[in-house]
């Protein structure tokens, strides 16, 4: 605390995606899920109204519990958006959600 108090320029970086969502700060947050799905970062962050404390912000929280249980793999997978039938349930889980994510309008 010391070292904010006394220097006003001095910032930090939070890794904890699901903390920031519960107690947003304006100092920042290093993010895995804001490269897998930019756009409802984007607009959770950007609202202007308490909408994004409804439905949206509880599936956003389960898409960070899943990234967690599915780690690098399924971060990969999201990532390279391939649509098979035979994709791991952890995937399609993933992809249902970022789906019902985008029709909350996040």
């Known amino acids: 605390q010391k070292a904010v108090m006394e220097r006003p320029s001095f910032r930090i970086y939070d890794g904890d ?7 947003p ?10 490269n897998v799905i930019p756009q409802v970062w984007k607009n959770m962050l950007y609202r202007e109204h308490e909408e994004g404390k409804g439905g949206g912000l ?6 960070l519990d899943l990234l967690k249980e599915g780690g690098t793999e399924l971060i990969k997978a999201l990532i390279k958006g391939s649509n098979l039938t035979s994709e791991p349930p952890l995937v399609q889980r993933a992809k249902e959600l970022v789906r019902k994510l985008q029709e909350e309008g996040m």
Request: charged share 15%; no cysteine; glycine share 4%.
């Open 58 to 63: 509880y599936l956003l929280l389960e898409f």
């Open 25 to 34: 700060n304006k100092n920042g947050l290093v993010s895995v899920s804001a």
């Open 17 to 23: 995606e699901k903390l920031f969502l519960n107690f």
